[in-house]
Nanobody, 123 residues
Framework: QVQLVESGGGLVQPGGSLRLSCAASGFTLDYYAIGWFRQAPGKEREGVSCISSSDGSTYYADSVKGRFTISRDNAKNTVVLQMNMLKPEDTAVYYC????????????????WGQGTQVTVSS
């Protein structure tokens, strides 16, 4: 059974860090492009960061550039989103998704989705 599971969310103070992981079962993540998306209350889901499998290229939304880093841990069949200098506006449910080999910010192009992990940035 193909499954994606996010972990690492939680409550953190502004300026803090969290490390989100996207783990796969039933398939090998390094063959797929992975996207991290987030959805805040009352807002549409948006693309945060993506990584391709074809060439390792990455994408970051302007709002997270310089603060978030996406990377692969192929030995663990996971993709990690390191989030530093967190802000209250980063509060959202974070989802990972998998598709083809090339990243996209268009959610409909992703084939597999996790259930999400809550990130709350608050003092």
């Amino acid at each position: 059974q193909v499954q994606l599971v996010e972990s690492g969310g939680g409550l953190v103070q502004p300026g803090g860090s969290l490390r989100l992981s996207c783990a796969a079962s039933g398939f090998t993540l390094d063959y797929y492009a992975i996207g991290w998306f987030r959805q805040a209350p009352g807002k549409e889901r948006e693309g945060v960061s993506c990584i391709s499998s074809s060439d390792g290229s990455t994408y970051y939304a302007d709002s997270v550039k310089g603060r978030f880093t996406i990377s692969r841990d192929n030995a663990k069949n996971t993709v990690v989103l390191q989030m530093n200098m967190l802000k209250p506006e980063d509060t959202a449910v974070y989802y990972c998704a998998a598709r083809g080999t090339t990243w996209s910010t268009i959610m409909a192009r992703y084939d597999y989705w996790g259930q999400g992990t809550q990130v709350t940035v608050s003092s």
